[in-house]
């Protein structure tokens, strides 16, 4: 049973370019969490969904980023116009629907830095 | 969710219990106390979690209070590889939402 799987695990963009993470959740689960971590910081929720639904985006930032969880496919966190003040390590979470995220599982992240 | 307090650093030596202590004076009735660790680099980890009564699994012991202000997690035989933050986190289950991380607490394992 695979885990949690992010990719790429490293990416590297210019300012003003676009920024696509990917994260495909564990088998089974419906509920995905998009975190995001800055250097020698601490872990910051950015944006919970369901399956073709944003149920809490409180944690996303109010331009430039957006996130989708498709009925097929996995989620995707989107960063348009890049700047170097978005360079962090991008973790998403996926839960399972009948424990409604008692426990969440975590990937490995996607390390986003940008020159 | 209830807010928690950690320190912010501790050592252990290898093969030793290692205890780390949490406080969460203003918990609710309905609010559990779950652990999460953080190996640099990697994504948080769940460990354990529990309402009342002490908990135990293959990874840690989690040892709550009888008033619930406060908790400890024990690893028992620390090794190397256990080096990581730690996250005390309180939170009401059977609702998905998601995880508030505080600070944590460095736990650093001495050879």
């Known amino acids: 049973n695979a885990g949690v799987m992010q990719n790429p695990r490293h990416l590297v963009r210019r300012r003003g370019q676009e920024a696509r993470l990917r994260c495909s959740p564990m088998?089974?689960?419906?509920?995905v969490y998009w975190y995001r971590q800055l250097p020698e910081e601490g872990l910051k929720f950015m944006v919970y969904?369901?399956?073709?639904?944003?149920?809490?985006e409180s944690g996303m930032p109010k331009e430039r980023f957006s996130a989708e969880f498709p009925k097929e496919g996995p989620s995707i966190l989107r960063i348009q116009q890049v700047v170097r003040g978005d360079s962090a390590a991008y973790f998403c979470?996926?839960?399972?629907?009948?424990?409604?995220?008692?426990?969440?599982?975590f990937g490995s992240g996607t390390q986003l830095s940008v020159l | 969710d209830a807010k928690t307090t950690q320190p912010p650093s501790m050592d252990c030596a290898e093969g030793r219990a290692a205890n780390l202590p949490c406080n969460h004076s203003?918990?609710?009735?309905?609010?559990?106390v779950y652990w999460y660790r953080q190996i640099h680099s990697q994504g948080p980890q769940y460990i354990i979690h529990?309402?009342?009564n002490n908990e135990t699994n293959e990874m840690a012991s989690l040892i709550i209070t009888e008033d619930r202000k406060s908790s400890t997690l024990i690893l028992p035989h620390a090794t190397l590889r256990d080096t990581a933050v730690y996250y005390c986190?309180?939170?009401?289950?059977?609702?998905?939402?998601?995880?508030?991380f505080g600070s944590g607490t460095q736990l650093t394992v001495l050879p």
């Open positions: 088998k089974g689960h419906s509920h």
């Open positions: 986190i309180v939170r009401v289950t059977g609702s998905a939402r998601q995880l508030t």
């Open positions: 979470a996926s839960s399972p629907p009948d424990r409604r995220g008692e426990k969440l599982f």
């Open positions: 203003t918990i609710s009735g309905n609010e559990y």
């Open positions: 529990g309402l009342k």
């Open positions: 969904l369901q399956k073709e639904n944003i149920i809490d």
